[in-house]
């Protein structure tokens, strides 16, 4: 079986495809493989049509709001609400593969495609419904590309207004470029980048639970010591056992030490 080292080593040498030479392509200050090209993201994606998207909200019936959260972690469900506790009059549905962004806080990572739970959901005009064109580039590796603070900072140059409120509009999130290899290639990376992502998530995942079990411990031995057959007290900070001493921290204060 391969280690994780090797099967990375591997799939970027894959990816790389022997490919040495370079031209004279350069995007964000990186030189780029000569069968890359670089295209305004209007190139991939184009406005899906408010008007077929459009919908009253109705008072009895319940809406999945949804949010897109920052530095590029997606898009998750932030509540469902009756139609009656919705200020908007109208709002527009989102379909699955669908994108999304905030057009105030794109410049900090926020949008996402849209996942099959969250289909259905809806959103104001101010996450404006993309939609990309899957013969040309890979959904994954679109996302992990915006995924880059670089990027982000093209859309806060693009962004126009005053202060907290500077928004990127539709217009002006398309113009922004970005380095688009052959589909095979971003299919790839991708598959690459996803499986690292999937690497620390578990990872992640075990250091949560193993906090968790330090707190549990911590607490149970702070209070009730290695064995739990010893006889206990009750005291002012609770049950302990029958043979420790209660001391305030000011009698066992030492200057700088214990």
């Avoid at 495809?17 to 069968?35: H, V």
């Avoid at 049509?49 to 949010?67: F, N, T, V």
């Amino acid at each position: 079986m391969k280690t994780l080292n090797e099967f990375f080593s591997e799939e970027i040498e894959h990816i790389k495809g022997g490919i040495e030479k370079y031209n004279e392509k350069e995007l964000y200050g990186y030189k780029l493989p000569e069968d890359w090209d670089i295209v305004e993201l209007g190139e991939i994606f184009q406005e899906v049509s408010k008007k077929e998207r459009k919908i009253k909200i109705e008072g009895d019936k319940e809406y999945m709001l949804i949010l897109t959260k920052l530095y590029a972690k997606g898009v998750e469900l932030k509540e469902i609400k009756r139609g009656e506790e919705i200020k908007a009059k109208e709002m527009y549905v989102v379909k699955k593969g669908d994108f999304i962004f905030s057009k105030i806080r794109a410049k900090q990572g926020a949008f996402g495609f849209i996942s099959k739970e969250l289909e259905g959901a809806v959103v104001s005009s101010e996450h404006p419904i993309l939609g990309l064109d899957r013969t040309i580039a890979n959904e994954l590796f679109v996302f992990y590309y915006l995924s880059q603070p670089i990027v982000w900072e093209e859309f806060r140059k693009y962004s126009k207004g005053f202060g907290d409120k500077t928004r990127t509009k539709v217009p002006e999130f398309l113009s922004v470029k970005i380095a688009l290899p052959p589909l095979e290639e971003q299919k790839k990376i991708a598959y690459v980048l996803r499986t690292i992502q999937r690497a620390i998530e578990h990872q992640d995942k075990i250091i949560e639970i193993t906090r968790g079990l330090k707190k549990s411990l911590m607490h149970r031995l702070f209070t009730k010591g290695l064995d739990v057959n010893q006889p206990t007290k009750q005291t002012d900070i609770g049950e302990v056992p029958e043979h420790w001493e209660l001391k305030q921290i000011k009698n066992i204060w030492r200057g700088n030490y214990w």
